[in-house]
Structure formats: structure tokens, C-alpha cells
């Protein structure tokens, strides 16, 4: 399995982002990754506006996760209507 970090920005009116964060946490356990950590940035104005939002609340999530399993997963998260944009980047092994 390799490491990645992934930045997820979520709905800033969400009423629970902690039960978005535990779907996002679920969906990586479903393909058979290992969630480390989860960084909670939250609340923030965003540089640009993204379909009409200013605001939006930051997480950023490591977890391993095998190579050929992350394409699917970009698909679930993408399945995700709370998910305004994510990012995954594959970290160095240690």
C-alpha cells in the first residue's frame, strides 16, 4: 500500500462534517486502505468562488491505500454531493 494525503474541501453550510468526514473514512476502509490521520482545517473563504460558494470547510486526510484501488475511490468520493473538490497526492514511502 502507498501513502496519500488528500485535501477535501466539504459544504461550509453542511450540518455534520463530522459524519461527511467518517462517509469519506468509510469509503477508504470499503477498498481496503488505513485512514492515519485526519487534520481538520475547517472554515475558510476560498481564494476563488466554486459554483457560487465563498466558503467552504477544509479537512485533509492521510491514509494508505493500495495503487489500483484509488481510481475507484476518486469515483466514490466524486458520488459525494457534500464534496465541493478534492485533491490526492502521493506522498514518498518512508
Same mark, same amino acid.
Given at each position: 500500500? @502507498?501513502?496519500?494525503?488528500?485535501?477535501?474541501?466539504?459544504?461550509? +453550510?453542511?450540518?455534520?462534517? =463530522?459524519?461527511?468526514? +467518517?462517509?469519506? &473514512? %468509510?469509503?477508504?476502509?470499503?477498498?481496503?486502505? /488505513?485512514? /492515519? &490521520?485526519? /487534520?481538520?482545517?475547517? #472554515? @475558510? $473563504?476560498?481564494?476563488?468562488?466554486?459554483? #457560487? $460558494?465563498?466558503?467552504?470547510?477544509?479537512?485533509?486526510?492521510?491514509? &494508505?491505500? +493500495?495503487? =489500483? #484501488? *484509488? &481510481? %475507484?475511490?476518486? $469515483?466514490?468520493?466524486?458520488? @459525494?454531493?457534500?464534496?465541493? $473538490?478534492?485533491?490526492?497526492?502521493?506522498? /514518498? *514511502? %518512508?
Amino acid at each position: 500500500m @502507498r501513502p496519500y494525503e488528500m485535501m477535501v474541501l466539504l459544504e461550509a +453550510d453542511l450540518e455534520d462534517h =463530522s459524519a461527511e468526514l +467518517d462517509g469519506i &473514512k %468509510e469509503v477508504i476502509a470499503k477498498l481496503g486502505g /488505513d485512514v /492515519d &490521520k485526519v /487534520d481538520i482545517w475547517g #472554515k @475558510r $473563504r476560498l481564494a476563488y468562488p466554486i459554483d #457560487k $460558494r465563498t466558503e467552504g470547510y477544509y479537512a485533509l486526510v492521510y491514509f &494508505k491505500l +493500495d495503487p =489500483s #484501488k *484509488q &481510481k %475507484e475511490m476518486t $469515483r466514490l468520493l466524486g458520488l @459525494r454531493t457534500a464534496i465541493v $473538490r478534492n485533491l490526492v497526492i502521493r506522498l /514518498d *514511502q %518512508e
